[in-house]
């Protein structure tokens, strides 16, 4: 297996995760800093993996019209210069610009890295190949929050955005010597009208969701929702007509292809909803500092990357799976834990767990998930169909923060309501003392942020109490989705051999 392509190929990809990872984890660094207003903030930080999601089949489809290892390293370049300047911001609206172009230049590094994995290595050794790619990820995933935390804390929150460039820089030096260019297809076209129509349907779908915490049936809320809905039935008859789509409907005919994308949008969709709970439930209830919650990822590092990398030698050996479902279960347990352990007294040993069996959970189901999508790409289209395994990827990512959000946002407000009415306070007294949180939350399709001192003014009420009881009952709900697709791999994905690609 040629360890300086894998290496190469997983810092381009670990710089996908780890650019929104630490800028969600110290984003209310940014905010006071910058003074963003609160309708922005939560855009500020989802505005590159939007922008990923909406573009990344375009990315697919390009790589295979003009080289997978030339787009991956105009993407690390993109990607490097962006951040630099990202530094320098003397504003948030010059910093939400470089957030747009900042998602722009990581769509590149999305499904292309899986891509060229797939045209430089042999199928035999793919699976361990890929189970390398994600313990290396899993390692600077694990070290890189912590050490950014306490970096920030140090030099301020600029140095935030010279990590992204840092791996970049490394990463085009290695693709550039060690891998090899794929075959192109020079007449292949990009079907700009599906690309389009997919990013309409996730981008209102994304926006829809979000106003939806502020009630169903206002016109922000429905109106972005029959948007979606409308784009994605056009999307339909387009995809029929058309020779080359942005998303090639016809491999959903596969079982195992389909199982394997709705649990790379479940492992997305829970990854980047943890991140949400740590960053709010700790600071606001367990009072944590940004230092301690990026030290919530570093325990068990090394013990996953381990297993991310047997994982890869079994898919290799038996069949995805085995690994797929023991991943979702992992995932599911996780949330589970926080569901019936949050309290303002947890102890953060728990909480600990939790992301360790989430992080555990989500690189194991990411080996077996890569390794089906890949297997199912026909040659000279790597590119294209890795695309649509991040698309949904970045789907999950995208709709985590939101779905959660509301979620928490609905259980929240039952806590609440019932806290008061044990009181004797009339829900009008109830509501004043509750304006002080929701005045602190963005509502905005990235994702809300509360004020940590905004819970003590809420007197009468014991809202730290009702918050985690909503935080719990959200916990729950959300980890049904990981049992129920762990249940479909086990049904109807192959039991024993597997054609390879």
Not at 10 to 19: C, P, W
Not at 240 to 264: C, E, H, I, K, M
Not at 327 to 349: E, Q
Request: charged content about 10%; overall charge positive; aromatic content about 6%.
């Amino acid at each position: 297996m040629p360890l300086p392509i894998v290496l190469g190929l997983s810092l381009a990809f670990t710089v996908t995760v780890v650019d929104p990872l630490v800028l969600s984890l110290n984003l209310p660094q940014v905010d006071r800093a910058l003074h963003v207003p609160p309708q922005v903030v939560g855009l500020l930080g989802g505005a590159a993996t939007l922008v990923m999601a909406a573009s990344v089949l375009a990315a697919g489809s390009l790589g295979d019209a003009i080289g997978l290892k030339r787009l991956l390293m105009l993407g690390l370049t993109t990607v490097t210069v962006v951040n630099v300047l990202s530094v320098f911001s003397p504003g948030y609206g010059f910093l939400l610009a470089m957030r747009f172009l900042d998602g722009l230049g990581m769509t590149a590094l999305l499904g292309v890295p899986l891509a060229l994995l797939k045209v430089s290595v042999p199928p035999e050794k793919r699976p361990t190949a890929i189970g390398v790619l994600m313990a290396v990820e899993m390692v600077l995933c694990g070290v890189i929050p912590a050490f950014t935390g306490w970096a920030v804390a140090a030099v301020g929150w600029r140095f935030l955005f010279l990590i992204a460039p840092l791996l970049s820089l490394v990463s085009l030096w290695l693709t550039d010597r060690y891998a090899p260019e794929s075959p192109v297809q020079p007449g292949r076209r990009i079907d700009m009208t599906g690309v389009t129509l997919i990013g309409v349907v996730l981008l209102a779908l994304v926006v829809g969701l979000a106003a939806a915490q502020n009630g169903v049936n206002r016109p922000q809320t429905w109106v972005p929702l029959v948007i979606s809905v409308v784009a994605a039935v056009l999307y339909g008859f387009h995809a029929g007509r058309t020779p080359q789509p942005a998303l090639d409907l016809t491999l959903f005919r596969s079982t195992p292809f389909s199982v394997a994308l709705a649990a790379a949008l479940t492992l997305n969709f829970l990854g980047v909803g943890l991140s949400i709970v740590l960053g709010q439930f700790g600071s606001v209830v367990l009072a944590l500092s940004p230092e301690a919650i990026g030290l919530l990822y570093l325990p068990g590092t090394f013990l996953i990357a381990g297993a991310v990398i047997l994982a890869g030698h079994l898919v290799g050996k038996y069949t995805p799976r085995p690994v797929i479902v023991t991943g979702l279960l992992a995932m599911a347990a996780s949330g589970l834990l926080i569901a019936g352990t949050a309290g303002p007294m947890m102890a953060v040993w728990l909480l600990v767990l939790a992301t360790w069996l989430c992080n555990l959970g989500a690189l194991i189901t990411s080996t077996s998930v890569s390794e089906t999508v890949l297997s199912q790409a026909p040659p000279g289209r790597s590119g294209t169909v890795a695309s649509v395994q991040m698309a949904f990827a970045m789907t999950g990512s995208a709709l985590g923060p939101t779905i959660y959000l509301l979620l928490f946002d609905f259980f929240f407000q039952r806590q609440w309501l019932a806290d008061a009415e044990s009181r004797d306070l009339s829900v009008g007294e109830a509501k004043q003392a509750v304006d002080a949180v929701r005045s602190g939350m963005a509502q905005s399709p990235g994702g809300n942020v509360y004020d940590p001192n905004l819970l003590r003014q809420a007197a009468g009420l014991d809202l730290g109490l009702d918050f985690t009881r909503g935080l719990r009952l959200t916990m729950l709900i959300v980890s049904i989705l990981p049992l129920v697709v762990a249940a479909l791999a086990f049904v109807l994905m192959p039991r024993r051999e597997r054609t390879r690609a």
